[in-house]
């Protein structure tokens, strides 16, 4: 009689734990995959921006863009456009690098992702380096197999006299 409940509870339970087994390690493949899309698509937005291509950098936000920073405000898609063509007209140099370890991205269910995160800013000024390094986080939006970013949070500025 123990051998039959022990086979039956064995029986009972380990179907169980098989399906409960794979479902435990779908979150964390998925998670590592919408980290790499991210991560990718991160380093893509700020190689246009590194190269300084306005077309490229603004077609990976959504026309109903909203960025906030925390000393310039709110603007939208075509204000960054301008706002980004007069900074690389200014500013020749400018770069960013992603702060190595800072990346975070988390599920946003049925719209997309948030990817939170730390860079570095430089230029050339008066024959120095100008550095800064300001935290973000920006919301991207999927629709169907396309990412874009909706929105920008830019934050850690030292606001200007």
């Given at each position: 009689?123990?051998?039959?409940?022990?086979?039956?509870?064995?029986?009972?339970?380990?179907?169980?734990?098989?399906?409960?087994?794979?479902?435990?390690?779908?979150?964390?493949?998925?998670?590592?995959?919408?980290?790499?899309?991210?991560?990718?698509?991160?380093?893509?937005?700020?190689?246009?921006?590194?190269?300084?291509?306005?077309?490229?950098?603004?077609?990976?936000?959504?026309e109903d863009l909203e960025f906030y920073h925390d000393t310039g405000?709110?603007?939208?898609?075509?204000?960054?456009?301008?706002?980004?063509?007069?900074?690389?007209?200014?500013?020749?140099?400018?770069?960013?690098?992603?702060?190595?370890?800072?990346?975070?991205?988390?599920?946003?269910?049925?719209?997309?992702?948030?990817?939170?995160?730390?860079?570095r800013f430089c230029h050339k000024e008066n024959g120095k380096d100008?550095?800064?390094?300001?935290?973000?986080?920006?919301?991207?939006?999927?629709?169907?197999?396309?990412?874009?970013?909706?929105?920008?949070?830019s934050y850690g500025h030292q606001p200007s006299h």
């Amino acid at each position: 009689m123990k051998r039959f409940v022990r086979g039956l509870i064995l029986g009972s339970l380990l179907p169980c734990l098989l399906l409960v087994a794979p479902a435990a390690e779908a979150p964390d493949k998925a998670q590592a995959e919408l980290f790499q899309t991210i991560a990718g698509l991160d380093t893509e937005i700020f190689d246009a921006f590194n190269k300084h291509d306005v077309a490229r950098l603004m077609s990976l936000f959504t026309e109903d863009l909203e960025f906030y920073h925390d000393t310039g405000g709110l603007s939208n898609y075509a204000e960054n456009t301008d706002g980004f063509k007069k900074m690389f007209a200014s500013t020749p140099d400018i770069r960013r690098d992603l702060e190595a370890g800072s990346l975070q991205v988390f599920p946003i269910k049925g719209y997309g992702a948030m990817e939170i995160g730390r860079h570095r800013f430089c230029h050339k000024e008066n024959g120095k380096d100008e550095c800064g390094t300001f935290g973000f986080a920006m919301v991207w939006r999927k629709t169907g197999s396309s990412w874009k970013i909706s929105r920008v949070l830019s934050y850690g500025h030292q606001p200007s006299h």
